[in-house]
């Protein structure tokens, strides 16, 4: 087992990362990919239990390795998702979403209600999601990792600038 930490917004070196796009995984079984699945998996886990579940999805990115991989455990899914490429969309769903990197703030989001995509899993077998709803989003999420994008991260800063802003102009901040 190897808990790894898991990179914050709000340490300027770990933003630096967070914000590098992920490249896809040419050899999903050597053991190198194998051991970042295996770390993934123990760190997902390990942060479920101090957050009493609060956890959906952790993308490699988050524990300073920029490859397309992540794993998403919700309901019945625990899933390795490597080198997903979304197929087709559909509707929209208003989300209100969290991320490990930036655990304290939630914002609104607006995604697709439902995703086609293709992946490989952890044993190298292409895969087809096609689930809506929860799982949807979280793989929207996930992804946007992989671009070196979150919006919950990039709303994380942007609040936390403004409390600073608001700090030095003296305005009394409500909490
Ligand atoms: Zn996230």
């Known amino acids: 087992m190897a808990v790894q ?3 914050s917004y709000y340490d300027e070196e770990d933003r630096k990362i967070l914000k590098s796009k992920s490249e896809p995984v ?5 053991e190198e990919t194998q051991q970042i699945i ?6 997902l886990l390990n942060e479920n239990e101090k957050t009493k579940g609060g956890i959906v999805g952790l993308s490699a990115v988050q524990i300073g390795v920029l490859k397309q991989i992540c794993v998403i455990k919700y309901d019945i899914y625990f899933l390795t998702i490597i080198n997903p490429v979304v197929t087709k969309t559909r509707g929209e769903l208003i989300y ?3 991320c490990a990197s930036s655990p ?4 609104t989001t607006h995604r697709f209600q439902k995703v086609w995509a293709d992946y490989y899993d952890e044993n190298n077998k292409l895969k087809h999601a096609d689930q809506g709803g929860l799982f949807s989003v979280i793989l ?15 709303e994380a800063i942007r609040r ?3 409390k600073k ?4 102009n003296g305005i009394d901040q409500e909490n």
Request: hydrophobic share 30%; charged share 40%.
């Open 5 to 7: 930490r898991i990179l």
């Open 104 to 107: 304290d703030t939630f914002i």
């Open 96 to 98: 209100r979403e969290s």
């Open 140 to 154: 929207q999420h996930e992804m946007d990792h992989f671009e070196g994008k979150c919006l919950v991260g990039e």
């Open 26 to 30: 040419d050899d999903i079984l050597c």
């Open 160 to 162: 936390l600038e403004e």
């Open 165 to 168: 802003e608001n700090n030095k």
């Open 38 to 43: 295996q770390d993934l998996k123990d760190t």
